[in-house]
C-alpha cells in the first residue's frame, strides 16, 4: 500500500504557514477526491450559523477571518468528507486478522464506514447487521453484566448535547466508568489548575492575547496543533509582546509565521518572528526552569525590599490573594543554581533573561500543552507555572492568566457536561432529582484505571464514543492481547481503526455521521455545541451531504443503546430527545442552570457565550479560599533517575496527524518525509554512542518493571534536542509506555519522559 513512499530527511528553512501550507492541503483534497460541497464548506468552517472545526479546540472569533480555518483544521475536514467509502464488501475481502497488518494510516484512508457492523470470529470478519439487531445485541449483552465493571469511554470530539446522553445513560445504567481523551491529555490542568486557583479550566479570553505584554509559553506546538492560533500570536509578535518559548525542539510555528491568508506575505515571502527568546529546556526539566525564575525575582524582590528601591513581586495581590508564599520563597531561595542548571539544561543566564521579561510586563499570559502535562510530575509543572503567575498577580486581570490550549474539539466540554469518573465532579443529587433514578456515588475508572481493570481481566464490557482507545494508550504490547478477553466491545465511530480490529468476544462496529454532516431528525436539521479552550460555548450545524444514507446521529445511536439497555424513564424520553435537539439543550440547561441558561436561544452567539470562569475574576474556589502556591516534589519530574545510558524519550505529533489519524508521511517542519520510523537525537549523544545521521537503533523500554519492551529499527535523525532526550512519534512509540508510568495525581499518561534506551539495529 504506502510502501513505496520515498525517504527524505532535509532542514526546513521556510516560515510556518506559507506555500508549504497550501501546498499541502491541495495535496490532501486531491487524495481524498473531495468534491467542490467540501471546498464549500471550508467556508463555512468556526464561522457563526457555520461549524466548529471538528479538529482543535481553538477558539472562533466573534470577527473571523474569511477562511477561518487552518491547514490542519482543513485536512481534518478532508479526512471527514473524504469520498471514500468502507461498505460490508471492504470487510468481505478482508479479515480482521488480515487488517491488523495495516498501518494507521491504510486503515483510515480506506475510507468512511458505512453500516453497522458485527464481528463474526467463525470467519474472523466483520459482516452487516441492522441497526435494530445491534442495539438489541447490546442491550441483551450489557443487561447481564455487573454495571461497576463496564467502561464507556469518551473521546473529546462528541458535542455537549451527545455527551450530555452519554454520561446520563452510563449513570442510569450504574456505571461511573467514563474515561475520556481527556484522561490522556489535560486532566493534569483539570487537578492541577483546581488545587491551585480553584478553577480547573484556563482562566482568559481569546481578546486577552490583544492586552498582554508578554506571553510565557512552554510545551505546546501551535504550528501543527493549533495552527489559527498563529494569527493572535503574529498579531502579538507585530505589537512588540515578549514571546517567550520552552520547548526542547524548536518548532517552526514558533520560531516565524507566514500568514497563507495574506497575499502580500505569501508574494514576498516575508514572514513574522514569533519567539522573542526560545529555550531548549531538556525533556522534564520546566520546574527547574520555572524555580530559576521564580528564585531570581524573589531574590531580586528581596534586594529591592532591603535597599528600599521599587519592589519586583505584588506583594499586595500576594497578602490579598494567595497562600503558601513564604514557605515557597523559602525553597527558591534555598535551590542553588547549579541543580537548576543541571535539572533544566539551561544557564542560569537563559533563565534570568527569561525573568527579567517577565518582571518587567505589566499583563501575562501562561500558554501550554502535552509538554507539561504529560509527565509523571505534571502537576508540579502546572502548579510551578502558576506559581510564576502569582507572584505578579496575573491572574485575573486583563491581558493575563492561565491558557492551556486544549486539544480535542469539545474536551473540555465533555467534562462540563458530565462525562467524568469521578463522582464529586458530576451534579449527582440534581441528576437523581431531575430523572428519578439513584446514580452511582463511588469513584468509577479513568483510563489508566481501565486499563488496569482490563489487565487483569476485571472489565466485562468497553463502549467506545469515537477515538481509537486502545491505540491512544500506552503498552500495546500487553494491552491488545487483553482486550481480546472483554465480553463486548462497542465502537461508535466514523472510520476504522486498530481498536475496532481487537474485538472482544462480542463485537459491534457502529457508523455515524461527523459533525460536518446535515444531520436530519424528526423536527428538521440539527445543530449541536462544542466547548472551545476558552470556555466558550457554540453551536455548529453541518451541512454536508451524509457520507451514507445508513448512518445515524450519535445521539440516535445512544438512544437505541438506551432504550435496549436501560427500562423506560418517565422523565425522560430518549426519542423526543433525538427529535429536536434543543430538548436535550433544555435538559442541560435544568441540570447545569449557572451555565447554560437560555442555551438554545445563546447558542449562535458570534464568538459563543462564557460558562463563567470563577478564577478569572479572582474567586477562588480552593481549599484555603486563596490560590495556592505549591512547593513542588521534586525539580525533575520525569518520575525517573538519571542513569548512564538512559534517556527521556518524548512522543511527538508529526504535522501530517491527528492523535492516531495519520493523515500522511510528511512532517513538513521537521523536515521528515516518507517515514515515521525515526528517532531524533542530539549530535554529542550520537558522537557517544558511535552513531551516524541515518543509521538504525532499536528503542528499548528502561522502566525497571521487567517487561520487554522494544521497538526496532528506527532511523537516526541528528536533531537540535537537548542532550539526553530523544523524540519520536506517538502512536506507534506506546509500546515503550508502561501502564503505570503516569502522572501522579491525574494519572495522564507521562508520554512526554518514557525512560529508554538506545540499542544499535542488529
Ligand atoms: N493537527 C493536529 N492538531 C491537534 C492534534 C493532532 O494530533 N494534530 N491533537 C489535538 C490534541 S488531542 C491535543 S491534546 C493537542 C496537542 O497539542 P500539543 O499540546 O502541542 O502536544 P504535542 O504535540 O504532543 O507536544 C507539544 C510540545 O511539547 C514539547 N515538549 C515535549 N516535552 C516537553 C517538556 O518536557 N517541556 C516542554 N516545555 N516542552 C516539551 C514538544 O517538543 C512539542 O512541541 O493538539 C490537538 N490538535
Ligand atoms: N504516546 C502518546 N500517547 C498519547 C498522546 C501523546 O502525546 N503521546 N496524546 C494523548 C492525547 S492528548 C489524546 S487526546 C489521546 C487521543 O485519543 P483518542 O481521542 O481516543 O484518539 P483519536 O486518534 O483522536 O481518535 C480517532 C478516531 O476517532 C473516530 N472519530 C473521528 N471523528 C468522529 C466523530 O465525529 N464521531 C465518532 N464517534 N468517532 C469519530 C475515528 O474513527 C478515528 O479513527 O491520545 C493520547 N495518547
Ligand atoms: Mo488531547
Known sequence: ???????????????????????????????EKIGPEALRELTRQNKPEGFACVSCAWGKPAHPHAAEFCENG??????????????????????????????????????????????????????????????????????????TKVIFYASGRASLETSYMYSLMARMYGSQNLPDSSNMCHETTSVGLKSAIGSAVGTIHLSDYEKCDAIFYFGQNPGVNSPRFLHPLRDCAKRGVEIVVFNPLKE????????????????????????????????????????????????????????????????????????????????????????????????????????????KSKAVIAVYGMGLTQ???????????????????????????????????????????????????????KLAEQYGFEPPRELGWDTIASCEAVLEGEAQAFIGLGGNFVRAIPDHARMEPAWRGIDLTVHIATKLNRSHLLPGKTCYLLPCLGRIETDMQGTGPQSVSVEDSFSQIYGSKGKATPAAETLLSEPAILAGIAKATLAPNPKLDWDAWVRDYARIRDAIAETYPDMFSDFNAKMFTPGGFWKGVPAAHREWLTESGKAEINVPHSLNVTGF?????????MTLRSNDQFNTTVYG??????????????????????????????????????????????????????????????????????????????????HVPAAKSVPVRIEKTR
Open 1 to 31: 500500500m504506502s510502501d513505496d513512499r520515498t525517504i527524505e530527511i532535509e532542514d526546513y528553512t521556510a516560515p510556518a504557514g506559507g506555500w508549504g501550507s497550501m501546498k499541502s492541503l491541495v495535496e490532501i483534497s486531491a487524495r
Open 74 to 147: 482543513a485536512k481534518a475536514t478532508a479526512w471527514e468528507l473524504t469520498s471514500y467509502r468502507v461498505t460490508p464488501a471492504f470487510f468481505q475481502e478482508h479479515t480482521v486478522t488480515e487488517l491488523l497488518g495495516w498501518k494507521d494510516f491504510d486503515l483510515e484512508q480506506a475510507g468512511r464506514l458505512t453500516h453497522p457492523l458485527k464481528y463474526d470470529a467463525a470467519t474472523d470478519k466483520y459482516a452487516a447487521c441492522s441497526w435494530d439487531e445491534a442495539f438489541a445485541g447490546i442491550g441483551a449483552k450489557l443487561k447481564t453484566y455487573d454495571p
Open 252 to 359: 517552526r510555528g514558533l520560531e516565524k509565521f507566514q500568514d497563507p491568508q495574506n497575499p502580500l506575505e505569501m508574494v514576498t515571502g516575508k514572514s513574522t518572528p514569533i519567539a522573542s527568546q526560545y529555550h531548549q529546556v531538556k525533556t522534564g526539566g520546566d520546574v527547574g526552569a520555572l524555580m530559576g525564575m521564580c528564585k531570581y525575582l524573589i531574590e531580586a524582590d528581596d534586594r529591592a525590599r532591603e535597599l528600599n528601591t521599587l519592589r519586583i513581586l505584588d506583594h499586595a495581590f500576594l497578602a490579598e490573594h494567595t497562600t503558601g508564599f513564604e514557605k515557597f520563597a523559602d525553597v527558591a531561595r534555598g535551590t542553588d543554581w547549579a541543580t537548576i542548571e543541571h535539572e533544566s539544561g539551561l544557564s542560569r543566564v537563559e533563565i534570568e533573561s527569561a525573568a527579567k521579561v517577565y518582571a
Open 375 to 429: 509527565h509523571v510530575g505534571g502537576i508540579d509543572n502546572v502548579h510551578m507555572l502558576v506559581n510564576l503567575m502569582l507572584l505578579r498577580g496575573n491572574i485575573g486581570k486583563p491581558g493575563a492568566g492561565m491558557g492551556p490550549v486544549r486539544g480535542h474539539s469539545n474536551v473540555q466540554g465533555q467534562r462540563t457536561v458530565g462525562i467524568t469518573e469521578k463522582p464529586e465532579l458530576a451534579p449527582l443529587d
Open 641 to 649: 533517575e538519571e542513569s548512564e545510558g538512559r534517556f527521556r524519550l
Open 665 to 746: 508521511y510528511h512532517d513538513r517542519f521537521r523536515g521528515v518525509k516518507g517515514t515515521r520510523d525515526i528517532v531524533f537525537m542530539n549530535r554529542s549523544d550520537m558522537l557517544r554512542m558511535g552513531l551516524t545521521d541515518g543509521d538504525d537503533v532499536d528503542l528499548v523500554g528502561d522502566a525497571g518493571d521487567n517487561a520487554d519492551r522494544r521497538f526496532n529499527k528506527l532511523r537516526v535523525v541528528e536533531y537540535s534536542i537537548p542532550e539526553g532526550c530523544v523524540g519520536a512519534y506517538y502512536p506507534e512509540c506506546n509500546l515503550l509506555m508502561p501502564v503505570a508510568h503516569h502522572a501522579r495525581e491525574s
